[in-house]
């Protein structure tokens, strides 16, 4: 939350040069409060498992919101019972009416398959055009991220030579930026992907900053410079024991896998893998929620474009 202080007091100039959120007090005065709607598009096998980890972020916020599931119609999951898509879930056709504060839209292990063959691939265009025009603001989660910074921009994903898959130290690029305050310079998130992205083709994107990345794992986090989108390559939102999940299930159906880089200690799967990357997960979502949705977003959604402007 922003804090409200006197102009004068010395820490008003010092925070405000440093980024943090200082709130006039007209400002304070006239914004008006209500719930933030967020809709979150899960495209991931274990539904409940993805819908838990990223409400469990959503939820550390003093913040109320109002959650959506969406599911796509064009594909039918098997992973996932029907009565909890039946009760839980609706589709963009119940939802395209609506107007939304926020929307994530998850990884998918279809990384391999160009993105044309994946079967929802045409009615998920569809979601991210309505997107630009009817949701503030949009955070795009590993397949998600490149699907959407190939259906935006044109930026490609490429195979890698062996999977990443581990636990991979990231640095921030650039200072004060609103979506990674509060950051640790360098801090830790999951990876587990046969793809990556091109620094240089995301590059060539004026409206597209890169604000953190990896030595081994690459760019990392991507923002539309108006923080209308956000594109984050990592699983931040992954449990403790998710890596150790994929990396059995993979053993036991005899493919190729490597342990985990930098999870299990001593790399013996074992042992607990100690969990580091808790941290800058509540914080990612936290600064998301706060500062481009809850800040930002028009108090009437009805007033929302794509070219509304942070109401800040
Ligand atoms: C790059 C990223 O974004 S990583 C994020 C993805 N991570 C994960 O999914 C981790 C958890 N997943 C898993 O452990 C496995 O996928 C399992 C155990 C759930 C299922 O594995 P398998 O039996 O080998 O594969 P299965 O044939 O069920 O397909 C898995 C999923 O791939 C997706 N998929 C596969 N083919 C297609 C296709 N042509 N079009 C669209 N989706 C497809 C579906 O989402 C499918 O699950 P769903 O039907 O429940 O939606
Ligand atoms: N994280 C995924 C990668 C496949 O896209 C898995 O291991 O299932």
Redesign the pocket.
Known sequence: MPIKIPDSLPASRILENENVFVMTEYRALHQDIRPLKIVILN????KIETETQLLRLLGNSPIQVDIELMQTKS?T????PSEHLFKFYKTFDDLRGQRFDGMIIT?????Q?AFE????WDELCEIMEWSKQNVYSTLHI??GAQAGLYYHYGVNKYPLDEKLFGIFQHRLLVENHSITRGFDELFYVPH??HTTVSRREIDRCPELEILASSKEAGVYMVGRRDGRQFFITGHSEYDRDTLSQ?YF?DLEKGLPIHIPENYFPHNDPKQKPPYTWRGHANLLYCNWLNYYVYQTTPYDLEELDENTPPTV
């Open positions: 495209l991931m096998p274990k594909h999951p098997k992973n996932t990884g998918a292990p279809v990384e398959m063959e994946v079967e929802y590993c397949w587990s992907r994929e299930r």
